[in-house]
């Protein structure tokens, strides 16, 4: 096998474990300030309530959607949004 087939072969892994994993999003109470940003970037998991604050529909992040949960993870202003693993 050529070195650049491992290098796919591993990628191709590592691809594969992490849609495998279970990833939930947590909020940090003591921390957001109802900015609402995040809740534009995942519209389908979150919704803002009438203050602003956003709610969690609760169920796993899906694979298609793990590129917009760390975007809003990163983009949170008071750093108070957390992407876990089960
Ligand atoms: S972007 Fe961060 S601070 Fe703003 S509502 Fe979402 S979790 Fe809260």
Do not use: Y
Request: charged share 25%.
């Amino acid at each position: 096998m050529s070195a650049g087939r491992h290098s796919a072969v591993a990628v191709n892994e590592a691809w594969k474990e992490e849609v495998e994993q279970v990833h939930k999003l947590e909020i940090d109470w003591t921390r957001c300030d109802g900015h609402g940003l995040c809740a534009t970037l995942l519209a389908d998991e979150l919704v803002l309530d009438e203050w602003g604050f956003p709610v969690l529909r609760g169920r796993p992040i899906t694979p298609g959607e793990l590129t917009n949960a760390r975007r809003a993870v990163l983009a949170c202003p008071a750093l108070a949004l957390r992407l876990t693993e089960q």
